[in-house]
Each structure stands twice: as structure tokens, then as C-alpha cells.
């Protein structure tokens, strides 16, 4: 299979893994709406944490499959994003809600919020999932491909963003018939936005293993991936707070919806994996060449 038809079916099987999770979606709020179904004490924590797991077993999946060519152990997969997971419990969310304790002052003005999602929320996750990738897979043989960094990124994002809904529906005592569309959509997001940006990481760090580059390359990196990240975090909190109704006194605020939120953020990763694959594609052109220049 040449380049161009790996990248078609790349970029195909991904439209189909965000339509899955989108469905995914769409499947949950119709139960919700039409079955209104009714969960006992027992089952609140046990069903929260299913609907947790999917989203990131759909994901994982979906970039598992990308690197058809020269697929990557599955335990090694795996094994990054637990340790994604284990670095979110053990640093991350004691960092940003111990520490820094984010919930006590993020939310006081727009440039508040801004600035602490990008510097302390933004950079802390993006680190952790560098983290995971450089001092676990990196000097492994089987990182032998630039498309590895974005699959292990992903793995490691992915591995953050299942502790992240694990500790909501945990410290919410599971999930309800009654917030259950919200909860799952919020997964989603979630998932979807750690999987995302934990590529786009994983293709600074393949970069910076295979090409040489200057030593400001994986900073550069980390601080692109926090400020998508961050901005993100703001964009997403603002849409889903106030979205726009109308009623008979105009336009007014309808409470809080995450609906826009999953738009925003299938949006935001059709994009970055757009970019990062266009940006792969074109490294591994110019190093073919340079390797045909060689042989010359």
C-alpha cells in the first residue's frame, strides 16, 4: 500500500471512529429520553464507570488500528495510557486541585480563567502526557515510526482522560437516568480532547527523536499543546454554561447544555489529527528524498 492510499485510509478510518463516538452519543440520549431508565443505589457506580470506559476503548481503538503497517504490541498501548492514568492520580489532579487548588480561584474573570487553564491546568496535562511517552516507549524498538509518538501520545491523553471520568463519576456517587446524556457527552469531550491533544504531543516527541531538532522544538511543543488545551477548556466552559434560547422575551441564557461542547470538540480533533498526519506525510516526504539525494 502506498502513502497516499495509507493516509485515505487513515484519515477514513478516523471519520468513522469519531462518527462511532458521536453515535455513541446519540445512542445514550435516546435511551435517556425514550426508556428513562431507572438505576438503584447499587448500580449508580458500576454503570458510571462502564460509560466511562467506552469512549476511551472506542478511541484507543480507532488509533490502534492507524499504524496498520507495523502495529504496536498491544500491552505496550495499553501500558502507556495506565500510566497516563497513574500520573493523572498521583500528579496531575493533586497538582492542579491541591497545589495550585484551581477550583478556588480559576473562575474569577475571563483573563483568570484563560490564563490558569493554559498555565497550570494546560501545562500539567500536556507535561503528564509527554511524560508518559519520553520516559516509558521512547527508547523502545518498537518506537520506530513518527506515526508511534502520535499513537503512544494518544494512548498516554486517552489514559489521563479516563481517570478524569472515573474521579467525576466517582465523586458524584455514579451516574443517573437523569444526567445521563450530560455525563456521557462530558466523557466524550473529555476523551476526545486528552486523546487529541496527547497526539499532537506524540508528534513533537517523534519528531524530536527522528529529526534532530533544536532543543527549543519539544518546549515549542508543550506550549502549543497547553494553550490549545487551555483554550479549549475556556471555550467549551462558556458554550455549555450559556447557550442561547429563544422564548417569548427574546434571546436568553437555557442553562447549561453540553450538546455544543461535543461539537466543539469533534471539531477541535478532526483538526489537530488533520494537521498532525499533513505534517507527518510531509516529514517523511522530505526524508525520503534526502535519502534518495543520498543514494545518488
Do not use: C
Request: aromatic share 12%.
Amino acid at each position: 500500500m502506498n502513502t497516499l492510499q495509507e493516509r485515505k485510509s487513515l484519515w477514513r478510518a478516523g471519520m468513522i471512529a469519531l462518527a462511532g463516538l458521536v453515535a455513541y452519543v446519540l445512542i445514550v440520549a435516546a435511551v435517556a429520553a425514550f426508556v428513562r431508565p431507572t438505576l438503584g443505589d447499587a448500580w449508580l457506580m458500576p454503570a458510571g464507570l462502564i460509560l466511562a470506559l467506552i469512549p476511551a476503548v472506542l478511541w484507543m481503538t480507532f488509533f490502534y488500528t492507524q499504524d496498520s503497517s507495523e502495529p504496536e504490541p498491544r500491552t505496550f498501548v495499553i501500558a502507556v495510557a495506565v500510566l497516563g492514568v497513574l500520573l493523572a492520580a498521583a500528579v496531575g489532579q493533586p497538582l492542579i486541585n491541591g497545589f495550585f487548588r484551581t477550583s478556588s480561584w480559576i473562575g474569577h474573570d475571563t483573563q483568570t480563567e484563560i490564563l490558569g487553564s493554559i498555565l497550570v491546568v494546560g501545562f500539567t496535562q500536556e507535561f503528564l502526557a509527554y511524560a508518559a511517552v519520553r520516559f516509558s516507549i521512547y527508547y523502545s524498538s518498537e518506537f520506530d515510526q513518527r506515526v508511534d509518538g502520535v499513537i503512544y501520545g494518544t494512548a498516554a491523553g486517552i489514559g489521563y482522560a479516563v481517570y478524569l471520568n472515573v474521579a467525576t463519576v466517582a465523586s458524584g456517587g455514579g451516574i443517573s437516568g437523569a444526567d445521563l446524556t450530560a455525563g456521557v457527552i462530558r466523557m466524550v469531550v473529555t476523551t476526545l480532547a486528552q486523546g487529541a491533544l496527547g497526539g499532537l504531543v506524540g508528534y513533537f516527541i517523534a519528531r524530536a527523536k527522528f529529526d534532530d531538532e533544536p532543543v527549543w522544538w519539544m518546549p515549542a511543543g508543550l506550549t502549543i499543546a497547553a494553550i490549545i488545551n487551555g483554550l479549549f477548556s475556556w471555550v467549551s466552559g462558556e458554550i455549555t454554561r450559556a447557550p442561547l434560547t429563544i422564548g417569548v422575551n427574546g434571546l436568553g441564557s437555557g442553562g447549561y447544555t453540553p450538546w455544543p461542547a461535543l461539537g466543539l470538540s469533534t471539531l477541535v480533533a478532526i483538526g489537530l489529527f488533520a494537521l498532525i498526519y499533513l505534517l507527518i506525510s510531509r516529514a517523511q516526504q522530505l526524508t525520503q528524498a534526502g535519502a534518495d539525494s543520498d543514494d545518488m
